[in-house]
């Protein structure tokens, strides 16, 4: 008979294998799952705090707000732990690398307006170009990385990939021509691919349905800070350090953004956990990776290795609806949110406005889309909303949907103006929250789950080569009147694919509740109630 050591605040607690021989009591006792312990403990810390003067109504309204924002703080002492080290390790790592990453994306475009295309002699679309040939790179390098990474672990692929790019990006200060600069964008690409699907293939297999999406939108944050960080650098590395040992401003760009990437590349190798399944992470007690694996299990979620790829396992992928619904919602996501042109900067240019709020008020849009962000991913893992995430794509789209209307209409009172270029970046927040749900619409696959992060967010650059082009012109500056319309209509599309998820999500889980013999929570589709088992699994 088998045991397995769970570790909480009752000490370790062995849950043993059922044997069909024993009595239906013991049996039953034997049912008793990781959440069912923590449960109990739970509970009775939840009635030591909610006796009469056991805290103080201040204290209790904190720890009401805190079960909203982030985790419960009536989880045993051991599970706060245990998600604890996920957050300092993990999550901090997949932060610092993403931003890295959107540093280096940023870099381009400002080491080109400060000396570099005078200095290379760059001249008509050849910045287009070079943009191109990284995404090209980029895109390549996204399905091959999540289907290595069930075979190679990420904790080695992930950070060996980020110290490559590192080196190239200091490669980058070296140019003398614009073909050498091509190479390394596209192999700077090609590394940088593989950051994103597979971190959030990472995080998505660690957390819960109620911790996961505020985890990832603080993740999606970190690409909106490090785009208006980029800008500060360069005007730092301008002022301070142009002409500094023979190198120019632009120059010691990339020597910076090299400078912080490697390191955090270097601390991949040690942060990064790689799966539940197969996770060396020092900073994990063997009792708690059996946790992570078992609590997982008990939410429904299938292990990596139980449907490794072969030779008919895209056949059976292309079988499912995720594999057509979710990537093409992504797109309709990235081109509904309308940041393809500094559409407001040209505006204020257009109204006369100074320099500085120029440079200055359109900041504010990052702002908001921040806010939203983490606003929405802790509501959409509340027990306000109990972990859905549909809900919170319709407000947050909703908000985008009608800024961009009345920015279409264009002659409208300037104060609603002003109000609807900021309302525009209301959904910010919707990536972070469609990455989320992933692992809820595809508990049945690991390795389908991956390999749809990765085609959706193919899609979501794939549009970016052809999208602004067509739609965002320039010449259509400052009003951008078929961006605005574009970006309503794929508004409405994405919020009809997102009620289509939404249905075939529930039919999905009715279906696998019928094979279990369960029920299903409707409230919460991806909890399925077994027979006799409680309705409440908080």
Not at 121 to 137: D, E, P, R, W
Request: charged share 20%; net charge positive.
């Amino acid at each position: 008979m088998t045991e397995i050591a769970i570790e909480t605040n009752r000490g370790l607690q062995k849950l043993p294998e059922i044997n069909e021989s024993r009595p239906e009591s013991e049996v039953s006792a034997a049912k008793e799952t990781p959440e069912d312990i923590l449960k109990d403990e739970r509970d009775i810390q939840l009635r030591a705090w909610e006796r009469p003067g056991a805290l103080g109504a201040t204290r209790r309204f904190l720890r009401t707000v805190q079960r909203y924002v982030w985790d419960d703080p009536d989880k045993p002492k051991a599970e706060k732990l245990f998600l604890f080290k996920l957050d300092f390790f993990l999550l901090t790592y997949g932060c610092l690398g993403y931003f890295c990453k959107n540093l280096d994306q940023a870099n381009i475009r400002n080491a080109y307006v400060s000396g570099m295309k005078e200095a290379l002699h760059m001249g008509g679309s050849q910045l287009t170009y070079m943009s191109n040939v990284f995404t090209a790179g980029y895109v390549v390098s996204q399905l091959p990385a999540v289907i290595l990474a069930t075979k190679i672990r990420p904790s080695l692929l992930i950070p060996t990939l980020e110290v490559l790019w590192s080196i190239f990006t200091f490669c980058s200060a070296a140019v003398k021509s614009v073909p050498q600069l091509y190479a390394l964008r596209f192999l700077i690409g090609l590394c940088e691919g593989a950051f994103f699907p597979v971190i959030i293939y990472v995080i998505g297999s660690w957390y819960t349905k109620q911790e996961r999406a505020k985890r990832v939108a603080l993740f999606y944050c970190t690409a909106t800070l490090a785009s208006m960080f980029s800008g500060y650098l360069q005007a730092a590395a301008y002022k301070n350090l142009d002409g500094k040992l023979g190198h120019s401003g632009w120059q010691w760009l990339f020597i910076i953004c090299g400078i912080i990437s490697l390191p955090v590349g270097i601390l991949g190798y040690f942060f990064n956990p790689d799966f539940p399944e197969n996770t060396r992470a020092f900073y994990l007690s063997k009792s708690e990776v059996e946790f992570a694996r078992q609590r997982l299990l008990h939410e429904g979620y299938t292990p990596l290795g139980a449907s490794a790829w072969d030779r008919t396992k895209l056949f059976r992928i292309m079988a499912q609806w995720q594999f057509w619904v979710l990537p093409l919602g992504y797109f309709f996501v990235q081109a509904s949110f309308p940041d393809q042109q500094p559409a407001y900067a040209l505006w204020l240019k257009s109204e006369g406005c100074s320099v500085y709020q120029i440079n200055v008020w359109p900041t504010g849009q990052a702002a908001v889309g921040v806010v939203v962000q983490v606003v929405a991913g802790m509501l959409s893992d509340s027990k306000l909303l109990r972990g859905n995430r549909w809900q919170a794509i319709f407000v947050m789209q909703g908000g985008t949907f009608f800024a961009v209307i009345v920015l279409a209409i264009w002659n409208v009172p300037r104060k609603l103006k002003f109000a609807a270029f900021y309302l525009s970046y209301f959904s910010a927040g919707v990536p972070g929250i469609w990455y989320a749900w992933y692992p809820d619409l595809i508990p049945h696959d690991h390795e389908m789950r991956g390999f749809l992060i990765a085609a959706s967010n193919m899609c979501g650059y794939i549009h970016s080569i052809w999208y602004s082009d067509a739609v965002w012109r320039t010449a259509e500056a400052p009003s951008f009147r078929p961006g605005w319309i574009a970006a309503s209509s794929f508004g409405l599309a994405i919020v009809m694919t997102t009620l289509v998820v939404h249905f075939l999500a529930i039919r999905d889980e009715r279906n696998r509740t019928r094979e279990q013999g369960g029920r299903l929570d409707l409230e919460s589709p991806g909890i399925i109630l077994q027979k006799g088992e409680k309705e409440s699994l908080t």
